[in-house]
């Protein structure tokens, strides 16, 4: 039986059928395919202690080769006979071909070390082709409410490869933390990058941990993560919030602030959570900053890398008003611009950096708040809000990523019960990860062709450390990842036990790559946070 996951179109044979490697199996790399043999060689090779040296003439050989007749990412693995071969259409393929590969081998090819140095590699004689349903398939990390360090940022793009995922949102700046260096403004990292505590659990909680937390990542940091990503063809999306979820940014600049309206200088990065009221100013001093943030960051993420690198995602969600509405300074900008009211005044917001970035070659994304008030064209819209917001984008037509929070927002609780560490939202299981259908009831085919894709978001308000990330994270990611990958029925009628029957080799993955998932029997008693509140929202009705 072939327990692969996402589980692919197709495939032929079965594992009675073995192909053995030994020191003698090579590596045959053609045009387009290096970056696939670099990587086979520093991951199997590890873990197998196998060489895979060169060798286009030996009998005994894994063949690496871009095959033009395949879809982009679609690819074909043939291993019932010498020389294996692993084709894509395109580089990226070839590389999920070998993804693919790795798990065939079996769970201790996921070690970065051999175990036994005389143990025999095996791989079933099987012929499997496939390819994505979705080109966009993501996963949001939140690296402001907690930070992350990159050597943990570099691991979930491994995990993300993992499961095929290529779209990497990178979460780098909210109320409580900016996490990006940005050279003409040394204060985003000298005082917006760090809290002098944290509340522990929900917003209502009584608990604080009372010591600093922050970090951030240097341009370098930023340069070597994107080139991580791109080895693995998977596209880094940063996201610098805009106008709300602001706060770190004016504690470090005060003149960003609604000055008119609070005494800015007297802010700190925020220590709490939840929507800070602290959002920025409409003003001509607000863009300008802005304007010089966002071109380093198109430096930083340069639009090659990978597909959908041309995105810079600007938030654009939760912008509380009272601030605008108090202030004289944004009373004076909606009348001069002839504009309605606050809320107008924030689609002009997002309307100036879509146009700043349209000019420079990008595409801006954004929470679907920007809807309203009118989008420009060529403009992106990540759905979280339930289905609505992408229903509206796609049959507007503009393209959308389906990530409504009832479904795949993995830092809420995985089952019912006083068990679940700070249980907050929804209760969402791995079934009913499994059965998200990303593309909304009632589009016609044109308007369905405008969902990219989709993607699953992991905040972390309540995620104070990796373990954390880790639980909350998986399984659910796997089951996701089947979802965005694999072409599964509809949401009914899906194989959930057959999934669930794969998922026990998948585990053992997992826990040769060291993830603190979720077992099924629930948390084992190190993953539980008694005594720390959180916020159970009863029910998820369906939102479609």
Known sequence: ?????????????????????????????????????????????????????????????????IDPGLPPEGYRLVSDAWPIRIEGGSPAGVFWGAQTFRQLLGADAFRRAPLRPERAWEVPAVAVEDGPRFRWRGLLLDVARHFMPKEGVLRYLDLMAAHKLNVFHFHLTDDQGWRIEIKRYPELTGTASWRARSKFGHRASPLWEEKPHGGYYTQDDIREIVAYAAERHIAVVPEIDVPGHSQAAIAAYPELGNTDVIDTTALRVWDNWGISSNVLAPTDTTLRFYEGVFEEVLELFPADAAEFSTFVHVGGDECRKEQWTESVTAKTRIADLGLTDEDALQSWFIGHFDAWLAARGRRLIGWDEILEGGLAEGAAVSSWRGYGGGIAAARAGHDVVMCPEQYVYLDHRQAPGEDEPVPIGFVRTLEDVYRFEPVPDGLTEAEARHVLGTQANVWTEVLEDAARVDYQTFPRLAAFAEVAWSRLPAPAERDFAGFERRMAAHYARLDALGVAYRPPAGPRPWQKRPGVPGRPIEGAPPNK
């Not at 692969?4 to 020191?23: C, E, F, H, K, Q």
């Not at 991951?43 to 003439?57: I, Q, W």
């Open 1 to 65: 039986m072939v327990d692969v996951i996402p589980a692919p179109v197709s495939v032929v044979g079965n594992s009675s059928g073995l192909t053995r490697l030994d020191g003698n199996t090579a590596l045959q790399a053609l045009p387009g395919t290096e970056g696939t043999a670099r990587w086979l060689r520093a991951t199997v090779g590890a873990a197998t202690g196998l060489p895979f040296p060169d060798g286009p003439d030996r009998p005994h050989r894994i063949v690496l080769g």
